[in-house]
């Protein structure tokens, strides 16, 4: 496993760095991580010409990741590897905390080219810089990503994983899994992970967490020009510290047109700024759906224990073979009264299905209609859900006790 840090070019609205510490939101614009104060002193000299913006603090790597579990990304993060037996573990345990249109700087005491090459190439760090670290040094090095230049023409764009969560057919409870598997991600891997409902007049993503979503997103989709960081703070609902919701309530007699060159704007913003991007998709696709899937690296195809839903689950493993992404069967309402048993799917799919979340009567929909999510009071759903997390994120998962608010709601653990 790699640290993937991406070399974006800073978002239009974050340009110039130098007017202040923060830009976008509550971004801090330069924040340094450095353990010695011989090193803050340098970068905070080299620095000083190049118009301010710069936060200090004391500590290494570590203290950084600490910091950066509770707080925003910034927009350039210098971090401190001195001393470090294996700082590329530390750099993925970075990566996988910040947003990934972070820019990484870091300063360390190895000097052979062949880690600065192993750095800056192949881990995606923008800039390296072995101490003693030197006034002059910092500005030439370190400078330009102030200004909010020290792009590279040729570097390789990377960003945020994209999962897609369609039901098989309608009322099959796909919405359901995609909340929950979004607020499951932000949670055992500490990731920034944004949940898009493209369902624009019938998404009820909103009501589960009990938000109404502001406009905006309809008119992003139909204007790629929209689609920008602003759209950002304009449309994106916190949900936690670490999970974000765009959706939309247009009215049912609202016509939406999302054109293909708006939604491929919007899962390129959002895979700059996430690390997980968490889709709930409509089927069939038409055009922007499949602009989705495209982008996809996971499709979670989620199927009730009927005829129909075996049907139209092979239908769509037929409609994705072959694509970029994978497919993962979720049988959801497994038990249901009146449903096929779990052999019965089997023998219909000619496979297991690769989750299977158990018929939960009563937790699922009083949670629903009091927006709080399930999540944190059944283990039986988190245990359901920990191999597709796993699939995602590559962290072990365990899941706790129910505890007494699932018991009131009927729940099971």
């Not at 830009?23 to 801090?28: C, E, L, N, S, W």
């Not at 023409?153 to 929950?180: E, I, L, N």
């Not at 089997?346 to 496979?351: D, H, K, N, P, R």
């Amino acid at each position: 496993m790699r640290a993937d840090f991406p070399r974006h070019e800073f978002p239009r609205e974050a340009a110039d760095l130098s007017r202040g510490s923060r830009v976008g939101g509550d971004r801090a614009a330069f924040l340094a991580f450095v353990q010695d104060e011989a090193s803050e002193a340098a970068i905070r000299g080299g620095l000083a010409d190049w118009g301010g913006g710069v936060a200090l603090r004391r500590g290494g790597i570590a203290t950084a990741i600490k910091a950066l579990e509770r707080e925003a990304t910034p927009h350039v993060l210098l971090v401190d590897i001195a001393g470090i037996d294996d700082p590329v573990e530390q750099l993925e345990a970075l990566a996988g905390i910040c947003t990934p249109d972070v820019r990484v700087l870091v300063v360390g005491d190895n000097t052979e080219i062949s880690f600065y090459r192993q750095l800056t190439r192949e881990l995606g760090v923008a800039e390296y810089a072995h101490k003693p670290l030197t006034r002059d040094g910092t500005a030439r090095l370190f400078g330009p990503f102030l200004a909010g230049g020290a792009t590279e023409s040729d570097a390789t764009r990377r960003g945020g994983q994209v999962v897609s969560v369609c039901g098989a057919r309608g009322g099959v409870g796909s919405t359901t899994v995609a909340v929950h598997l979004a607020m499951h991600l932000a949670e055992v891997s500490r990731g920034h992970v944004v949940l898009l409902d493209m369902h624009l007049r019938r998404g009820t993503t909103g009501l589960m967490f009990g938000v109404r979503p502001p406009p905006g997103l309809r008119v992003a989709l139909e204007n790629p020009e929209r689609v920008d960081g602003l759209f950002l703070e304009r449309c994106a609902v916190p949900i936690g510290d670490r999970l974000k919701l765009i959706a939309a309530e247009e009215p049912m007699d609202a016509m939406p047109t999302p054109s293909i060159e708006g939604v491929a704007g919007l899962i390129g913003l959002l895979r700059q700024r996430f690390n997980y991007v968490v889709v709930d998709l409509r089927m069939p696709p038409g055009p922007t759906e499949r602009a989705v899937l495209a982008a996809s690296r996971l499709l979670l195809t989620v199927m009730a224990p009927d005829v129909a839903s075996i049907r139209a689950t092979i239908a769509a493993r037929k409609l994705v073979s072959g694509g970029a992404a994978r497919m993962m069967t979720v049988l959801n309402r497994d038990g249901l009264t009146g449903g096929l048993k779990r052999k019965h799917v089997i023998e219909g799919l000619g496979t297991a299905p690769d989750v299977t979340i158990a018929d939960l009567p009563k937790l699922l929909p009083r949670a629903a209609n009091l927006g709080r999510p399930a999540l944190a009071h059944s283990a039986a759903l988190r245990r359901a859900l920990a191999p597709v997390t796993e699939e995602i994120a590559a962290v072990h998962t365990a899941a706790p006790h129910a505890g007494l608010l699932a018991r009131l709601l009927g729940g099971s653990a």
